[in-house]
């Protein structure tokens, strides 16, 4: 009767022992399980977030970029309107009356937007702009030097007109950047002394 008594409690405590044993087995694995859903739902998090950090890098560097090929096309499009005018009025002086020879003056060209901002627009201008600037601006400097050391020398027939081809010539190019960045009102704005001293030929 003892023995039998024995038997069932130990019974008991083994079967106790034994849910014991599976409930830490089954709450150890639900806790495995949430910690890991957790581990998941961060790693996830943080994922989009590198990519959206990425996507805004992205953006403000193309943005960047952007801003910085619309200076250039700007600048070179400003320093191209000022070398026909400069011509224009070059051209214009020495058909005065009043001009009086010698000396001849110089031709002066810039150029410094040229060399600096060409190589980073090249890639965004329209197909057949690059080399009307590179061969207008090497015909310029050109003539510019055909020039140099002759102020005693008065220009021929030819070269007044070469002065006018080329005066044309940087215009076109003003307005072929132009229409890429400036608005129709600024672009006019932009061209007035050009257009008063063509009128006042």
Partial sequence: MLDSIYRFAADINSSQVLANLISAIVGGGLA???????VRQTLKAQFKLQE???GDRQKAAADEKNRREIASISALAIEALFNSISLLTLAKSMRSPTFKFPPTPPVRLLRKQLDENLPLIAERLPAGVLPRIISTYMSALSFQVLREGKSQIPMTPEE??????????????????????????????????????????
């Avoid at 495995?32 to 957790?38: D, I, N, R, S, V």
């Avoid at 608005?183 to 257009?195: H, K, Q």
């Fill in 32 to 38: 495995g399980g949430f910690a890991l859903l957790g």
């Fill in 160 to 201: 007044f007109k070469e002065l006018d081809n080329l005066s044309t010539g940087f215009a076109i190019v003003f307005r072929t950047l132009g229409q890429l960045v400036f608005s129709p009102d600024e672009l006019g704005a932009f061209e007035t002394p050009l257009f008063i001293a063509r009128s006042s030929e």
């Fill in 52 to 54: 959206k950090e990425r």
